[in-house]
């Protein structure tokens, strides 16, 4: 596994899913509702890696930050 995430691929990713790729209907579904929770907490885990300064923190919130990913994207 890559120990580097690419910041402007990743912050393009969520923006896309955070604003593009929401859904017509409101209010939104529960399911929509925690899928885009994930969205959030992702978007916080990748913001704590791009400003630590630790490699063991930019690890650690790297580790995060995709698991909760791969999570948004098998939902």
Known sequence: M???LNLNREWKILKDEI??????EAPYP???VNR???L???????????????LKYK??????YR???K???AW
């Not at 604003?19 to 017509?24: D, E, H, L, S, Y």
């Not at 690890?59 to 995060?64: E, K, L, N, Q, Y």
Request: hydrophobic share 45%.
């Open 19 to 24: 604003f593009n790729n929401r859904p017509k």
């Open 59 to 64: 690890d650690f919130f790297r580790d995060f």
């Open 30 to 32: 529960s399911g929509v």
């Open 40 to 54: 959030l907490f992702a978007e916080s885990f990748l913001a704590k890696y791009q400003s630590a300064e630790s």
């Open 36 to 38: 885009r929770e994930l």
């Open 71 to 73: 999570a948004y994207f």
């Open 67 to 69: 698991s909760i990913m």
């Open 2 to 4: 890559q120990n580097i």
